[in-house]
């Protein structure tokens, strides 16, 4: 059964970090890219934004422009996990992060509408 679940959301000030997990089941990291998107306050599930995909398939990542340099995504394939590392974290961070395998062999493809499976999210809070 295929299923992702994420942690590490929580409540943080402008310029902290957290680590966001997705831990992967039913399925090994090389069989699907796989992405973090976020889904700004006040946003519908269908306007969820892409942030960060790896491929483990082609060893390729993806970042969106407001996030790069800021952000590390990275697999632990011991433990069927990928993180998403967020520092410096920004009031426009927020919102509820979720991961998503996607159907594509390149996390250049990192597209809502590539997904085949979607975890349950977690939330981001940025406030000072």
């Known amino acids: 059964q295929v299923q992702l679940v994420e942690s590490g959301g929580g409540l943080v000030h402008p310029g902290g970090s957290l680590r966001l997990s997705c831990v992967v089941s039913?399925?090994?990291?090389?069989?699907?890219?796989i992405g973090w998107f976020r889904r700004a306050p006040g946003k519908e599930l269908e306007e969820r934004e892409a942030v960060s995909c790896i491929s483990e398939n082609d060893k390729t990542t993806y970042y969106v422009d407001s996030v790069r340099d800021r952000f590390i995504i990275s697999p632990d394939d011991a433990k069927n996990t990928v993180y998403l590392q967020m520092n410096n974290l920004k009031s426009e961070d927020a919102g509820v992060y979720y991961c998503?395998?996607?159907?594509?062999?390149?996390?250049?493809?990192?597209?809502?509408?590539?997904?085949?499976?979607w975890g349950p999210g977690t939330q981001v809070t940025v406030d000072s």
């Open positions: 998503a395998g996607l159907r594509t062999v390149t996390a250049a493809e990192c597209r809502p509408r590539s997904a085949a499976a």
């Open positions: 039913g399925f090994p990291l090389d069989y699907y890219t």
